[in-house]
């Protein structure tokens, strides 16, 4: 529908930080809690504008129609605020944090939308290798 309006499209990688280490040291639930809690953060900045979704695991897509004149760049700070918000008011000791990887499907690009989150992926996976491997907050 957006190539027919002549919008643009961003698909997204979402992928769960640092999964097995919350596992590890808090347990499966604390980990099964953190998935959860990752698909309503999702849901919540998708809002009904696009489409979120599990693939398995611990990693999302995100599809939504994009008007904004970046490279998805908007859009990861609007996840990563969510984010930093969700862990400021949590009451659990670690942090919940996910790294994204964006692709923006032009209007008039015939890319196929398995082929899009492939380029998502490969974006995803160069912000992989920013991340902190520190799950605990901060003791005050």
């Given at each position: 529908?957006?190539?027919?309006?002549?919008?643009?499209?961003?698909?997204?990688?979402?992928?769960?930080?640092?999964?097995?280490?919350?596992?590890?040291?808090?347990?499966?639930?604390?980990?099964?809690?953190?998935?959860?809690?990752?698909?309503?953060?999702?849901?919540?900045?998708?809002?009904?504008?696009?489409?979120?979704?599990?693939?398995?695991?611990?990693?999302?897509?995100?599809?939504?129609?994009?008007s904004?004149?970046?490279?998805?760049?908007?859009?990861?700070k609007?996840v990563?605020?969510?984010?930093?918000?969700?862990?400021?008011?949590?009451e659990?000791?670690y942090m919940?944090?996910v790294?994204?990887g964006?692709?923006?499907?032009?209007?008039?690009?015939?890319?196929?939308?398995s082929?899009?989150?492939?380029?998502?992926?490969?974006?995803?996976?160069?912000?992989?290798?920013?991340?902190?491997k520190?799950?605990?907050?901060?003791?005050?």
């Amino acid at each position: 529908n957006n190539r027919k309006d002549k919008k643009r499209t961003l698909v997204a990688y979402v992928d769960m930080n640092n999964l097995k280490i919350i596992n590890d040291k808090f347990g499966h639930d604390n980990g099964d809690f953190s998935i959860k809690a990752i698909s309503n953060i999702l849901t919540e900045v998708v809002e009904k504008k696009g489409i979120t979704g599990r693939l398995g695991g611990d990693e999302f897509a995100v599809i939504i129609p994009y008007s904004l004149d970046d490279d998805g760049e908007s859009f990861k700070k609007k996840v990563a605020d969510s984010f930093n918000e969700f862990n400021a008011t949590s009451e659990k000791p670690y942090m919940v944090n996910v790294s994204v990887g964006a692709y923006i499907l032009e209007s008039d690009n015939n890319l196929k939308l398995s082929e899009a989150l492939t380029f998502a992926d490969e974006n995803l996976y160069e912000e992989k290798k920013k991340r902190s491997k520190n799950v605990l907050k901060e003791q005050s």
